[in-house]
């Protein structure tokens, strides 16, 4: 019985957690961030075989063929928080990508925080990620601290930069 307490318990913590994380999404964006949302103007359309359809509505594509990543639709970056800062994964694409002929990958992911000092960071540790007929290359993405972060990427010089929020 004790088990079955505990369990229960436990549920119901992480669902106060994720509660909690939703009603910060609520929170706006200082208008001193300038984040990169989704409209007519910013949003890209993909060359297949990209699922130029697949991302519904909280999310858009962003970039040119050379260089293209997926965003949330409010500017946010989402992922999971630790005492370290919130990380996701970060897949990048590009037109007739072919992942046989590279390694290692040439894409250089930076981020620099626009709402006070601090230094740039640099991800390393780019990898591939394969989605039935589709390539991406593949990062670990880990903003340290809320605030205002630009993140920029450059492959072989076609370069793709947004600003995001993180809470």
Avoid at 106 to 119: F, I, N, R, S, W
Wanted: proline residues 7%; aromatic residues 12%.
């Amino acid at each position: 019985m004790r088990i079955l307490e505990v369990l229960i318990g436990t549920l119901a913590l992480a669902a106060l957690q994720q509660i909690g994380a939703a009603a910060e999404w609520t929170t706006p964006v200082p208008d001193s961030c300038p984040v990169t949302r989704s409209a007519p103007e910013t949003r890209f359309t993909p060359s297949p075989p990209a699922r130029a359809d697949g991302l519904g509505e909280s999310m858009f594509w962003y970039g040119s063929d050379s260089l293209y990543t997926h965003l949330y639709s409010d500017g946010r970056w989402r992922g999971i928080t630790s005492s370290t800062g919130t990380r996701n994964k970060s897949f990048w694409y590009r037109k007739d990508a072919n992942w046989l002929h590279e390694n290692p990958y040439q894409l250089m992911v930076t981020a620099k925080q626009l709402d006070t000092d601090g230094p740039m960071l640099k991800f390393p540790g780019v990898t591939n990620a394969i989605m039935g007929k589709e390539v991406a290359m593949l990062l670990m993405l880990e903003l340290p601290k809320r605030g205002c972060w630009q993140v920029t990427a450059n492959y072989k010089n076609a370069y793709v930069s947004f600003v995001t929020w993180v809470d």
